[in-house]
């Protein structure tokens, strides 16, 4: 969510004349967009603010904003704490945040916009025509806000009640992305299963078929859902629809129902287990991920073991793990039988090093195969390394279907690939957190958009 109102609060920015440049030193106008979902988030946006304290001290023109769900809490406070800030816009301003630059830029005089309003500007979004970015793959929102109240979360608090864009214009954001060169559309939501719900404007399946039908578009993903609402439909929608992708991330949490139900997540370990069974059972091979908190207060060693045997029993071939973090406006906070931070970080490494294996195991079968993969550019270690590079060993980057980052060279085969193609890719290398492999085949099926990238 952040990075996409970055992406929009940039693309705003150049429509008024900003330009990027590559250090904070060097910027007239600094935006701290900030995350306030765990403890260490927040004090890392903090510490950022404290820092910059010297650089308004060095150039007393310098305009300094902060945005998302720190400034959404605590709003002027943040002023008072850091006098240098000048602007604190919340997570429902984005698109006033010219306005309100305006606003400094004329009187000097700082400004807090933390409103919140029922009302979700469809249209917020989908003014893309001035995309400044090549990325091959772009992020949508379809929808803001949280109405779970799972117990130890903040986001309901921070970012409101729970809102759909309507269809059409998430669909013209799409086309217009589209026809920019994007080959790949992440629509995203706190929980894409209840889109629409509330307005009845349309089923979340309903909207990827929509999605589905928009040329130029070649894969479609979505990030998150909540497995209470993940309905029959959109098992239906994997094998429906073609540019869905083999990749589902289904956030779990924990693997006790005790747990579970102190969190308030509303369903059992065995009615998630469930659902992927249908899930699998329906698709067959598609890849699954989730998010896992250890140390929630009361956590027993018992109930850390369920989550354990879960990751055992699903095997996922990723896991995103944290430990609980109290959050000042979500309830747990005020729940007994908190876990020390000691035996938090035990359970955690206990836990990543467990998937670690699992998840190495998986991508080490993939050894062998063939698989399609979207480019993404160079890889990062290539691209520092660019002049004295052989075409050949010349690292690129990319994800499979499945969601698998897999770092390639090319080969007589395949000389030269650019952002956004296809590519036949033999898996050579399978780790924890990625593959690696040799390009075989360009797909030459999908049209180039932007400057072309050889090898070299
Ligand atoms: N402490 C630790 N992890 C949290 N998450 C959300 N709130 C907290 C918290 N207070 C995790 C959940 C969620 C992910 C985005 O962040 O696992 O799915
Ligand atoms: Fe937070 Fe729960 Fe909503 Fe996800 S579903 S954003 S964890 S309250």
């Known amino acids: 969510m952040n990075s996409y ?10 429509g008024m004349n900003y330009r ?36 308004k001290r060095k150039n007393p023109s310098l305009i300094i904003a902060v945005g998302g769900c720190v400034a959404q809490h605590e709003g002027r406070t943040l002023i ?15 698109a006033r945040f010219p306005d ?43 929808m803001r806000g949280c109405d779970n109240y799972c117990t130890y979360c903040v986001v309901p608090y921070v970012r409101g009640r729970e809102i759909s864009r309507h269809p059409d214009y998430i669909v013209e954001e ?21 889109y629409g719900n509330k307005k009845k404007l349309c089923t979340f399946p309903e909207l990827l078929a929509m999605v589905n039908d928009v040329d130029g578009i070649e894969r479609i993903r979505f990030v998150t859902s909540h497995p209470k609402d993940f309905s029959d439909e959109l098992i239906q929608a994997f094998v429906t629809l073609d540019k869905l992708c083999d990749h589902f991330h289904l956030p779990v949490q924990s693997g006790s129902s005790r747990i579970l139900k102190r969190m308030n997540r509303k369903y059992t370990r065995q009615q998630y287990l469930e659902r992927v069974l249908k899930l699998r059972e329906t698709v067959g091979d598609i890849a699954l991920s989730t998010d896992i908190i250890v140390g929630f207060p009361g956590e027993t060693g018992e109930d850390f073991d369920e989550t354990m045997s879960l990751l055992e029993q699903v095997e996922y071939d990723s896991i995103f793990g944290f430990m609980y973090s109290d959050r000042p406006l979500a309830p747990a906070i005020k729940f007994s039988d908190k876990i020390s ?12 090093d467990f998937q670690k294996h699992i998840s190495q195991k998986k991508n080490r079968a993939l050894v062998g195969k063939t698989l399609t993969v979207l480019v993404e550019g160079p890889s990062r270690r290539s691209s520092a390394r660019k002049d004295t590079i052989e075409p050949e060993q010349a690292q690129w980057t990319g994800r499979t279907t499945t969601n698998k980052v897999v770092n390639f060279t090319l080969s007589e085969k395949c000389l030269s690939v650019m ?8 898996i050579e290398g399978g780790f924890a957190h990625s593959l690696s492999g040799r390009a075989v085949q360009k797909k030459n099926s999908f049209k180039n958009t932007g400057g072309s990238f050889n090898a070299a």
């Not at 109102?5 to 150049?14: A, G």
């Not at 701290?32 to 927040?42: E, G, M, Y």
């Open 20 to 55: 990027p440049v590559n250090s904070y030193q060097e910027a007239d106008l600094i935006i701290v967009n900030t995350c306030t979902i765990r403890a260490k988030a927040r004090q890392k946006a903090v510490s950022f603010l404290g820092r910059l304290a010297a650089q």
């Open 341 to 352: 931070e000691k035996e938090k970080n035990r359970r955690l490494n206990q836990l990543l």
């Open 80 to 94: 008072d704490k850091f006098p240098q800030v000048d602007i604190v816009f919340g997570t429902h301003a984005v």
């Open 174 to 194: 799409v086309r217009e992305l589209a026809a920019s060169g994007v080959k790949e559309i992440v629509l995203l939501g706190q929980n894409v299963n209840s």
């Open 100 to 142: 309100l630059l305006q606003n400094v830029r004329e009187d000097g005089h700082s400004i807090v916009d933390t409103t919140m309003t029922d009302i979700i500007d469809d249209r917020s979004g989908s003014v893309r025509h001035g995309r400044h970015s090549d990325n091959v793959s772009e992020f949508i929102t379809i």
């Open 419 to 426: 952002p956004g193609d296809f590519v036949q890719v033999i």
């Open 5 to 14: 109102d970055s992406t929009r609060l940039s693309d705003m920015l150049i």
